[in-house]
């Protein structure tokens, strides 16, 4: 029996040589459509502070593209300064010495995704190629690509924003999961992420996208994000963006032929080892199963606030304790108060409050006259609560009304 497993095992071994290539190695073409993103805004003070990020370029394949695609949070403050009206900065980095100013097209904040234009296509990189990853992938391996700020302030590097100072962490995909309360897709895997990487391309072993790197785990450091693409396309579709979609799975059909050919190996080769491993199962199953831990939310000792990005409040925070506050112009009953004139505030507006056990803000339109929205323009309907996680942001009647939910 043990030589007989031993040669089954050898024409499975001449069988994988024969009709499956090597595995994928990190495709460099990759690197020809990322970019350096650098978003700036205004404080209180008028003083200028500057955040990074990654970025790569869609459109159609051999034309120059001109859209670019990253994480929401990477341009959230320069959203939230107004924009280039309120002072706010946007720039893409080519290398060392070219930079070009960029322009906002569209986001959507709960998805965490954000669409951003050059003011002419460019000929200095090229459009990517996107994929949505099926349930089929789940294990296969990864490449998260982008300019982590941790990496050049460890070694300080010739230039940090050229295509070959990206840094590329591999990994696989250890699970495809929905968030709760949002809806939006992501990808779990363990590809090293760090500040800076938000926005950059998950990539398959072909060079497609798949997903947008996003954030990490505060529980488990070997815990990694990405939005998956699926998640950008609809706003691609709505600006009427092209964008290039990779064949929905790799190989040819002499890969498949060589499949067929080898099954009678394979099948031979499972009956073999479950034989050898009856035993070891029939033992196992004898063993009591160990509990899962359930997830945990992730928990922060920062405190949860309020802060108004109005003018009028000059960056003012109010922080949240055990019970809700209400936001609106009486200034009896409010706890955040605006002024009497402000243009789209109602006397008693809205009401937040935060959740510490889901670790999010609710917040409850108070039938208002003019209305509560989302950061995309959403309007919350009167007296439904509506649960968003930290770092989210909302407005009273109008934009210069916005009021940012975190915790610090």
Same mark, same amino acid.
């Given at each position: 029996?043990?030589?007989?497993? %031993? @040669?089954?095992? #050898? $024409?499975?071994? !001449? ?20 970019? *350096? /993103? ?30 670019? %695609? +990253? ?42 995704? #954000? ?28 490449? !998260?690509?982008?300019?982590?700020? !941790?990496?050049? *302030? +460890? ?10 100072? #990206? ?18 897709? $992501? ?5 090293? $992420? =760090?500040?800076?990487? =938000? ?8 060079? !497609? ?22 998640? /950008? @396309? ?6 009427? /963006? ?6 929905? #799975? ?5 890969? $498949? ?10 099948? *031979? %080769?499972?009956?073999? *080892? ?31 606030? /309020? ?12 922080? @949240?304790?055990?019970q809700p506050i209400q936001v609106g112009r009486d200034n009896a009953t409010c706890r955040l108060v605006f002024r009497e004139n402000t243009p789209g505030v109602s006397a008693h507006h809205c009401q937040i409050y935060f959740d510490e056990q889901a ?8 039938? =208002? +006259?003019?209305?509560?929205? @989302? ?8 007296? =439904? ?24």
């Amino acid at each position: 029996m043990k030589k007989f497993r %031993v @040669l089954a095992a #050898a $024409l499975l071994a !001449a069988f994988l040589v024969g009709a499956v290539p090597a595995s994928a190695a990190f495709d460099q073409s990759v690197l020809d459509g990322i970019v *350096l /993103i650098s978003s700036g805004a205004p404080d209180s003070t008028g003083e200028m502070s500057y955040w990074r990020g990654t970025g790569f370029f869609v459109g159609r394949q051999g034309e120059d593209p001109q859209y670019i %695609v +990253t994480n929401c949070h990477v341009v959230e403050d320069f959203i939230l300064a107004g924009k280039a009206l309120g002072g706010g900065e946007l720039a893409v980095f080519f290398d060392e010495d070219t930079e070009e100013e960029a322009y906002l097209v569209d986001y959507d904040y709960e998805k965490d995704v #954000a669409l951003l234009k050059l003011a002419e296509p460019t000929d200095q990189r090229v459009a990517l190629s996107m994929r949505e990853a099926p349930e089929s992938a789940l294990g296969n391996e990864v490449y !998260a690509v982008g300019y982590p700020l !941790a990496a050049d *302030l +460890t070694v300080q590097s010739v230039t940090s924003a050229s295509k070959s100072d #990206a840094t590329v962490t591999t990994g696989s995909i250890s699970r495809f999961l929905t968030e709760s309360g949002t809806g939006r897709k $992501l990808i779990q895997t363990d590809a090293a $992420l =760090s500040g800076g990487n =938000s926005g950059g391309p998950l990539t398959d072993g072909d060079g !497609a996208v798949i997903g947008i790197n996003t954030a990490g785990s505060d529980l488990d450091q070997n815990l990694f994000y990405a939005v998956s693409v699926s998640e /950008i @396309l609809p706003l691609l579709d709505r600006n009427n /963006i092209p964008y290039t979609t990779a064949e929905s #799975a790799s190989g040819s059909n002499w890969m $498949l032929y060589g499949a067929i050919g080898g099954a009678v190996v394979v099948v *031979l %080769v499972v009956v073999i *080892l479950v034989a050898s491993a009856s035993k070891k199962r029939k033992k196992a199953a004898g063993q009591p199963a160990q509990p899962q831990t359930p997830e945990q939310p992730a928990q922060s000792g920062a405190s949860p606030v /309020i802060r108004s990005m109005s003018t009028q409040h000059g960056g003012m925070t109010v922080p @949240l304790h055990h019970q809700p506050i209400q936001v609106g112009r009486d200034n009896a009953t409010c706890r955040l108060v605006f002024r009497e004139n402000t243009p789209g505030v109602s006397a008693h507006h809205c009401q937040i409050y935060f959740d510490e056990q889901a670790q999010v803000f609710v917040v409850t339109d108070l039938g =208002s +006259t003019y209305g509560t929205f @989302l950061a995309g323009g959403q309007r919350i309907a009167p007296e =439904s609560p509506v649960k968003l996680p930290p770092k989210s942001s909302i407005y009273l009647g109008e934009p210069d009304n916005t009021l940012y939910l975190d915790l610090e």
